[in-house]
């Protein structure tokens, strides 16, 4: 029994395709799959030659600099990500709330009295 994969499921076996790691029973679906439709054949056609196209550029070289630019990037979010934490946790939950809760009762007495 031949089970019928939707486009999205045959898409995603494109890239197995292309670098031949399909199993061989997955192979032999995407292959009636793509002589059955036509569009998705063409799809097929339009990734290989973009695949190919792309092994065939020229790789270019990261700058030198890059690890340690990335490097200090990194150190600086980390170091920002404490100082945060440092700014949230100065005053205790403990003392802003019964602060807010006595500035509300003051609010509530002067706009209370006549």
Partial sequence: MV???????????FVGAIDGALPPEQAKELESELSSNPELKAKFDKYQRAISLLKGSPREKAPDALASLILRR???????????????SRFPVEVVVPLLIAALVALFMLLASP
């Fill in 74 to 88: 990194t150190r600086r979010r980390r170091f920002q990500g404490r100082n945060r934490e440092l700014t949230h």
């Fill in 3 to 13: 089970r019928e994969l939707p486009d999205k499921d045959v898409e995603r076996l």
